[in-house]
């Protein structure tokens, strides 16, 4: 089963343009985790945050968490066309597994 | 490039036959997850391997089983395949110290078919 869901399922913008996720999860977190997918491909880790952090930077990245509603946002600042992927959040509650949500695609146009 | 190594990429098998797919982990890392991802899904835990022993599964049967060896090389096998087994099959490796689960690096996946 999936703990988390992401809104939105699919997001378009432009290039330069910011773009925004988020997700929701059902239980208590030892720590979240944001990965990206591109066409099917292997997932490649972006950035995880601790319970006990409220926000954290990558670059152009910034995740917030906010754990009284179960909730986490990804912020890409400056989108790129190369940035066009699945972004997948993933929760880990201790029990050595990372559970997934159900993604949502970005494309970037040029 | 996370240094996980997956075979085959693609292949194709029939209904009830058997097929094993296998993970070669990222030099010292002591972990395998395996997940299947069907399209369209995030990824779904199946088990974890470490240090040689199954230590967690997800809600498959057992017709899915794995095995880690010494060398942190991985196998995940799945025996009387169904149609609904068509899917990405992701080997993830990690360094465990605690409790707590920390970054993953998959591997490119292999892609099943099952006709």
């Known amino acids: 089963s999936q703990q988390g869901e992401e809104d939105p399922q699919a997001l378009s913008i432009q290039e330069g343009e910011n773009a925004t996720m988020n997700c929701s999860y059902k239980?208590?977190?030892?720590?979240l985790q944001w990965y990206r997918q591109n066409s099917g491909r292997g997932l490649v880790h972006l950035i995880l945050?601790?319970?006990?952090?409220r926000e954290k930077h990558s670059g152009r990245l910034r995740v917030t968490l906010d754990t009284s509603k179960k909730s986490s946002s990804l912020l890409i600042t400056a989108s790129r066309a190369a940035d066009t992927a699945s972004y997948f959040c993933?929760?880990?509650?201790?029990?050595?597994?990372?559970?997934f949500g159900t993604g949502t695609r970005l494309l970037v146009s040029p | 490039e996370t240094g996980v190594t997956q075979s085959p990429t693609h292949l194709i098998k029939t209904r009830g036959q058997q097929v094993t797919l296998r993970c070669s982990s990222q030099?010292?890392?002591?972990?395998v997850s395996w997940y299947q991802q069907a399209l369209g899904q995030g990824p779904q835990f199946i088990f974890q391997?470490?240090?040689?022993?199954?230590?967690g599964r997800g809600n498959f049967p057992p017709r899915f089983s794995g095995l880690q060896f010494p060398n942190y090389s991985s196998e995940l096998n799945v025996n009387a395949l169904e149609l609904d087994d068509s899917a990405l099959y992701l080997c993830?490796?990690?360094?465990?110290?605690?409790?707590?689960?920390?970054?993953?690096?998959f591997g490119e996946g292999s892609r099943l078919t099952v006709l």
């Open positions: 239980t208590s977190i030892n720590n």
């Open positions: 945050i601790r319970s006990n952090e």
């Open positions: 993830a490796s990690s360094f465990r110290t605690g409790a707590n689960t920390g970054e993953l690096f």
């Open positions: 030099s010292g890392h002591n972990t």
């Open positions: 391997y470490y240090r040689e022993e199954e230590n």
């Open positions: 993933a929760t880990d509650s201790g029990f050595q597994k990372l559970v």
